[in-house]
């Protein structure tokens, strides 16, 4: 069974930065291409980043690129997501999510169907 497991969330001063984790267990994590979401309050789930199995191609949300870092380590079973110049509007729940794809960058790497596994979530509070 896959189990993804973040951390790092926490309140925040807006410009500050943060960097979340997510450990994943039950699954040949180089098998997955992994992704973050959000969820503010009263919204639905909203693409942030994705990164291939390998780690060589990333793909981010326009709403924060340039600001946000998505990396892995495999021998870790970890993805790593770096936040700098943090707005107010960035606080929300963000979600993990795994998905058994291996090939090339796709569209769909930024709909949440494209992911059958997912994270409980970690708060990050960015305040003005």
């Known amino acids: 069974q896959v189990q993804l497991v973040e951390s790092g969330g926490g309140l925040v001063q807006a410009g500050g930065s943060l960097r979340l984790s997510c450990a994943a267990s039950?699954?040949?994590?180089?098998?997955?291409?992994m992704a973050w979401f959000r969820q503010a309050p009263g919204k639905g789930r909203a693409f942030v980043a994705a990164?291939?199995?390998?780690?060589?191609?990333?793909y981010y949300a326009d709403v924060v690129n340039g600001r946000v870092t998505l990396s892995r380590d495999n021998a870790k079973n970890t993805v790593y997501l770096q936040m700098n110049s943090l707005k107010p509007e960035a606080t929300a729940v963000y979600h993990c999510?795994?998905?058994?794809?291996?090939?090339?960058?796709?569209?769909?790497?930024?709909?949440?169907?494209?992911?059958?596994?997912w994270g409980q979530g970690t708060q990050v509070t960015v305040s003005s």
């Open positions: 990164i291939s199995w390998s780690g060589s191609g990333t």
């Open positions: 039950g699954l040949t994590f180089s098998d997955y291409t």
């Open positions: 999510a795994a998905a058994k794809y291996r090939g090339p960058y796709t569209s769909s790497w930024s709909s949440s169907t494209f992911y059958d596994s």
